[in-house]
């Protein structure tokens, strides 16, 4: 054979680390527009709620009233009813939250923040359970939905 006739082979690539970098970088960015659904919350601590929904019915707050709220942490129990602020401890335990005596001031509250203020201490006092759902905390009654909080 003469040099004419010979077959030619392509000279091997140069051995790199650029493919399998680039192959992972791709992966790795993919991955990063893909949402992947979270645990829901067990634990209360660190938590601070406000009230979304009371008795079955959206919160409906006069102008320039307070959102009823409630912050958990370290065993205690902080926030306000709408009219009143209130502290105290709390339990959870084996699925199952209790409210200590909670301390609160006594400042006259007019309709229908009277009525706000009333429901969302009922629903402290006599919940029999509590649950998390889609994001937000829920005091029931059995499977009736008491008074739901969005988290703040």
Known sequence: MHGRDRLRFPKPAP???????????????SACGTVYPQAERTDLNGTSWALSEL???????????GTPTMAFSDGMVRGSDGCNRF??????????LAF???????????????????????????HTGYRFKNGKLELLDGERVLARFSGK
Do not use: M, Y
């Open 15 to 29: 051995k790199t680390i650029a493919g399998p970098i680039l192959a992972l970088l791709t992966l790795v960015l």
């Open 55 to 65: 008795n079955g019915h959206p919160l409906q707050l006069p102008p320039g009233t």
């Open 87 to 96: 502290q105290g401890s709390f339990e959870q335990r084996d699925g199952r």
């Open 100 to 126: 200590g005596p909670l301390a609160a001031t006594r400042r006259f509250c007019e309709e229908p923040v009277a009525g706000i203020e009333q429901g969302f201490n009922r629903a402290l006092q006599t």
